[in-house]
């Protein structure tokens, strides 16, 4: 993920979608393997701002709801 939204930015993008990035990952995985969940794709995004934290302009994050 990391190498996919840096090569996103070194692009010239502003903003970088994570499911976006998710389904460009499943094309290059292998085809029959798994393991991609789309409910964790904003967990990944933060930890992505926590790791770099002058990307967090690139992320949409919306306020996590608790149970």
């Known amino acids: 993920m990391e190498r996919l939204t840096a090569d996103r930015?070194?692009?010239g993008a502003s903003r970088v979608g994570l499911?976006?990035?998710?389904?460009?990952l499943r094309?290059?995985?292998p085809a029959g393997v798994r393991g991609l969940n789309n409910s964790i794709a904003a967990l990944y995004a933060r930890?992505?701002?926590e790791d770099h934290p002058n990307w967090a302009s690139?992320?949409?994050l919306l306020r996590r709801r608790t149970l």
Do not use: G, S, V, Y
Not at 19 to 24: I, Q, T, V
């Open 9 to 11: 930015l070194a692009t």
């Open 19 to 24: 499911k976006a990035l998710f389904e460009d």
């Open 27 to 29: 094309w290059q995985l």
């Open 47 to 49: 930890k992505l701002i």
């Open 58 to 60: 690139a992320f949409e």
